[in-house]
């Protein structure tokens, strides 16, 4: 039984295809920025506030990724969710949360970031 050859199987992949991987990982990250609030009590009213609506968008704006792509000539959408990671980053400084949700902001804007920039890439591949 002969081994696939790995070097062209990377070559027949339709960069169609890896697109639509990067925005749905958006989508989790931006539920676990949305459900992250509930981890941590108390929490304040406003950090509770920052880590809703910041959740929401960067869902919102993934699935919006999502239904532009191919629809478009060119689609940006995902550097909105690159906005939304510096955000989540640049909140923990406005309105801090406890020490340990800090940590995970953070961890979940670089998430937020790095996965909209494999999209922005995998977008401008096209």
């Known amino acids: 039984m002969n081994a696939p050859?790995?070097?062209?199987?990377?070559?027949?992949?339709?960069?169609?295809?890896?697109?639509?991987?990067?925005?749905?990982?958006?989508?989790?990250?931006?539920?676990?920025?949305?459900?992250?609030?509930?981890?941590?009590?108390?929490?304040?009213?406003?950090?509770?506030?920052?880590?809703?609506?910041?959740?929401?968008a960067i869902i919102a704006i993934a699935l919006t990724t999502m239904i532009a792509h191919g629809n478009i000539a060119r689609n940006y959408w995902s550097s909105l969710n690159?906005?939304?990671g510096v955000w989540l980053i640049v909140s923990t400084r406005i309105i801090?949360?406890?020490?340990a949700m800090t940590w995970a902001q953070i961890c979940l804007g670089v998430l937020a970031i790095a996965i909209a920039l494999t999209s922005l890439a995998n977008e401008r591949q096209r």
């Open 5 to 56: 050859d790995t070097a062209n199987i990377a070559s027949r992949l339709n960069p169609m295809e890896l697109h639509n991987r990067a925005p749905w990982n958006n989508v989790v990250c931006g539920l676990l920025v949305f459900t992250s609030r509930w981890f941590l009590r108390p929490i304040g009213e406003s950090a509770d506030w920052n880590l809703f609506w910041t959740g929401i």
């Open 82 to 84: 690159v906005l939304a």
């Open 96 to 99: 801090p949360p406890p020490e």
